[in-house]
Nanobody, 122 residues
Framework: QVQLAESGGGSVQAGGSLSLSCAAS????????MAWFRQVPGREREGVAA???????MYADSVKGRFTISLDNAKKIVSLQMTDLKAEDTAMYYCATTRATCSLDSKWYPRWGQGTQVTISS
């Protein structure tokens, strides 16, 4: 089974930057898409960004122009560079993978990491 490990979460002031990473291991040959989701208590999980093994990308409108997703195909590491962070970006961020084509709908992702907390202060 694919195993995922996120890192890079922390606390940063509004307007600042932060970078997250997710390393995939075990049976990674079947991964087609790697993505980042985030969730705040009381809200549904939100797709943030996704990238295919061909490095085609998609972003949620709320982060477009501020966040950048990238992929190291050989190492199966997906990163999320976040800039101009806002209070509403505060959430638990999760890495996920799927054999299917990319989407920002969590129901298509069967494999998930444990999450890393991102907190933005004013």
């Amino acid at each position: 089974q694919v195993q995922l490990a996120e890192s890079g979460g922390g606390s940063v002031q509004a307007g600042g930057s932060l970078s997250l990473s997710c390393a995939a291991s075990k049976y990674t040959d079947n991964i087609y898409c790697m993505a980042w989701f985030r969730q705040v208590p009381g809200r549904e999980r939100e797709g943030v960004a996704a990238i295919s093994r061909e490095e085609s990308t998609m972003y949620a409108d709320s982060v477009k122009g501020r966040f950048t997703i990238s992929l190291d195909n050989a190492k199966k590491i997906v990163s999320l560079q976040m800039t101009d962070l806002k209070a509403e970006d505060t959430a638990m961020y999760y890495c996920a993978t799927t054999r299917a084509t990319c989407s920002l709908d969590s129901k298509w992702y069967p494999r998930w990491g444990q999450g890393t907390q991102v907190t933005i202060s004013s």
